[in-house]
């Protein structure tokens, strides 16, 4: 899909932009129902070789695990055609082409996945303060909506053009994987809800965050982090497997 110069002025501008329902609906449900099946089998070793992780509250004793807890699955395309596909979807390819060229591999991935009433609040954070990777211009994340995200549910906020002030540095919020800066405040941030099928990326550099899941209903995205393949990556082992190449 042809991004227009505006939508790729305004991504360059303020660190973020929303495609909205560039998937098709059946791709959206498959990528769902994959899911789904993963949740079902929540103490399979499968799901222990995709890292899940329970929420915080089932991690400190406050609620049981179970099908409904679960907050997130990692490096999911190395292993199962339907998130590769994803990965390599044209659609996708194409519009990370035309905001940060080629050639792209895949950084890394992730299924983020708010349950209703117990999913709980990502903080603020910037991606690349676990990436390091140089020029941060090279790596964008891709977040996939694989349901409508609203207010009410945790859809991402973004603190327009946090994206030009460099990365910052990020405290480790104690029990807990976070990394979070501090002196943003909330009131500045932009919530950018949208309908499941859509697609918003942001900029390395780009501060967000996302609400708790307060409602009734899942909140769950598909995400993957696209690197240019000629970019530095600090944060990897030289001897790591080299990442799975996009497009040439
Ligand atoms: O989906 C979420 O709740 C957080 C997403 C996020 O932080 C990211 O994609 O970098």
Redesign the pocket.
């Known amino acids: 899909m042809p991004l227009s110069p505006a939508q790729i002025a305004s991504y360059w501008e303020n660190g973020f932009l929303a495609v909205p329902e560039l998937f098709p609906t059946a791709h959206i449900a498959s990528l769902r129902s994959r899911i789904e099946e993963l949740c079902a089998d929540w103490q399979s070793d499968l799901a222990k070789r995709l890292h899940m992780q329970q929420e915080p509250e089932v991690v400190s004793g406050g609620a049981a695990p179970n099908p409904a807890t679960i907050r997130k699955f990692a490096d999911l395309a190395d292993i199962d055609p339907v998130f590769l596909n994803h990965a390599r979807h044209p659609a996708l390819l194409a519009v990370v082409a035309q905001l940060i060229g080629r050639p792209l591999s895949l950084y890394a991935d992730q299924a983020?996945l708010?349950p209703p009433l117990h999913g709980s609040e990502?903080p603020e954070?910037q991606?690349n303060a676990y990436f390091r990777v140089e020029p941060a211009d090279h790596v964008i994340?891709c977040?996939t909506a694989l349901d409508d995200a609203d207010l009410l549910n945790?859809c991402?906020h973004y603190y327009p053009g946090s994206h030009r002030t460099g990365n910052v540095p990020h405290r480790a919020i104690k029990g807990t994987p976070h990394l979070v800066p501090d002196g943003y405040q909330r009131s500045d941030s932009v919530a950018v809800p949208v309908p499941a099928g859509s697609l918003v990326l942001?900029h390395s550099q780009t501060v967000?965050w996302?609400p708790a899941n307060g409602s009734a209903r899942w909140r769950r995205?598909y995400?993957v982090h696209l690197v240019r393949a000629d970019a530095q990556m600090n944060a990897r082992h030289p001897n790591s497997p080299p990442l799975l190449e996009l497009l040439a």
Do not use: Q
Request: charged share 20%; glycine share 8%.
């Open positions: 983020l708010k990502k954070h991606d994340t977040w945790g991402m942001h967000h996302t995205a995400v």
